[in-house]
Structure formats: structure tokens, C-alpha cells
């Protein structure tokens, strides 16, 4: 039985030759189109990253309704969600807070020179070291820390922890966070 190549008087080969020509013809396009989305979806990946950096971690923005965490605007801030008066001239070092799936947060403070401590008189009291810090008293050259912890009543899963101490300047840094001990065990 004769090919349809040879039924329409075609040589073979010929036939062949085309073939391999369109899909060459072919492959590049569909190669072209392939990179035009991978560079779309690069620039939607540097874009949301950006915005999620800037924007999205401000109060503001979006940290507060989805799971990035927000930057801490102040001392007195970080002192409300750790539940203590801080004195004034307290400077934020640095903490930031997550509200979803549970709020939490992580805050360095430093202290005002010759100010008494602002645990001293309230429901913390002290622990062992615990592991888990955003910012360890160590890496901020903490000498010899004095850990602290306090449950909330209303919320007994959440455990809030202190640490204090002098760094190698000779200032009074205070690290506080909040931990939820019931997202520990899931």
C-alpha cells in the first residue's frame, strides 16, 4: 500500500525534511512562550516579596490580617504585649509581633540608665533559661541574664518571658516575648 506521501507524488524524504523544519519552527515558539511566563511569574514573586518587606509589615499593612509578622513601632508597645509599664526614655532595639494564627511577639528593649527594673513588682517571676528566642541574650552580649515568666490568667496557654540583663556597653537591654504553649504540642 502506498504512503500518502507517494500517493501525491512526494518523495519521502522530502516529507521528512518539512516535518522536521515545522516542528523546529515549532518548539522555539512554544520555548518563547514558556520564558515570557516564568519572567512574569519572577516578577510577581520580587514584587510581592518587596511589598511584603516594606508595606506589609507595618501595622498598616497587611501583617496583621495574614501570617507576617509586624515591626514594633515602639517601647511602649512592646511593654503593652509583654504586660509591663516600661519607663520612659525606654528605646525599642528592635521586636516585631504576629496576630494570626495566634498572636505572639519578640521585642528587645533598652533601658534608661539607672532605672529599677520593671519586672521588679510585678506577676513574673523566675525560670530557668528557655530556648527559643528571636534574638538571644547571648547574641546581644548579655552577661549572665536573669530569666523571667508570667501566665496571663485570662489566656493560661500563653506564657510571656523576660530576660534582663547588661550588654558589653553597659546598657540594660530587656528581651521579652510571648509563647503559646498550646501550638508547642500540635
Same mark, same amino acid.
Not at 94 to 112: H, K, W
Given at each position: 500500500?502506498?504512503?500518502?506521501?507517494?500517493? *501525491?507524488? #512526494?518523495? =519521502?524524504?522530502? &516529507?521528512? @525534511?518539512?516535518?522536521? $523544519?515545522?516542528?523546529?519552527?515549532?518548539?522555539?515558539?512554544?520555548?518563547?512562550?514558556?520564558?515570557?511566563?516564568?519572567?512574569?511569574?519572577?516578577?510577581?514573586?520580587?514584587?510581592?516579596?518587596?511589598?511584603?518587606?516594606?508595606?506589609?509589615?507595618?501595622?498598616?499593612?497587611?501583617?496583621?490580617?495574614?501570617?507576617?509578622?509586624?515591626?514594633?513601632?515602639?517601647?511602649?508597645?512592646?511593654?503593652?504585649?509583654?504586660? *509591663?509599664? #516600661?519607663? =520612659?526614655?525606654? &528605646?525599642? @532595639?528592635?521586636?516585631? $509581633?504576629?496576630?494570626?494564627?495566634?498572636?505572639?511577639?519578640?521585642?528587645?528593649?533598652?533601658?534608661?540608665?539607672?532605672?529599677?527594673?520593671?519586672?521588679?513588682?510585678?506577676?513574673?517571676?523566675?525560670?530557668?533559661?528557655?530556648?527559643?528566642?528571636?534574638?538571644?541574650?547571648?547574641?546581644?552580649?548579655?552577661?549572665?541574664?536573669?530569666?523571667?515568666?508570667?501566665?496571663?490568667?485570662?489566656?493560661?496557654?500563653?506564657?510571656?518571658?523576660?530576660?534582663?540583663?547588661?550588654?558589653?556597653?553597659?546598657?540594660?537591654?530587656?528581651?521579652?516575648?510571648?509563647?503559646?504553649?498550646?501550638?508547642?504540642?500540635?
Amino acid at each position: 500500500m502506498p504512503t500518502a506521501a507517494e500517493q *501525491l507524488g #512526494l518523495d =519521502a524524504p522530502e &516529507v521528512e @525534511v518539512a516535518e522536521r $523544519e515545522a516542528l523546529s519552527r515549532a518548539v522555539p515558539r512554544g520555548l518563547a512562550a514558556l520564558l515570557v511566563v516564568a519572567v512574569i511569574a519572577a516578577g510577581l514573586v520580587v514584587g510581592w516579596t518587596i511589598f511584603a518587606d516594606t508595606v506589609g509589615r507595618t501595622p498598616a499593612g497587611l501583617c496583621g490580617r495574614i501570617l507576617l509578622p509586624c515591626e514594633l513601632d515602639s517601647a511602649e508597645r512592646a511593654g503593652e504585649l509583654g504586660r *509591663l509599664a #516600661l519607663p =520612659a526614655g525606654s &528605646v525599642l @532595639v528592635e521586636g516585631s $509581633e504576629t496576630r494570626v494564627p495566634t498572636p505572639r511577639f519578640d521585642a528587645v528593649v533598652r533601658l534608661p540608665e539607672g532605672t529599677a527594673s520593671p519586672l521588679e513588682g510585678t506577676s513574673y517571676q523566675p525560670v530557668d533559661p528557655t530556648d527559643g528566642w528571636a534574638v538571644s541574650p547571648g547574641d546581644l552580649g548579655m552577661a549572665a541574664p536573669e530569666y523571667l515568666a508570667y501566665r496571663d490568667q485570662d489566656d493560661p496557654e500563653v506564657r510571656y518571658d523576660a530576660a534582663i540583663g547588661v550588654d558589653a556597653e553597659g546598657a540594660t537591654l530587656l528581651l521579652l516575648r510571648a509563647v503559646d504553649e498550646g501550638e508547642r504540642g500540635r
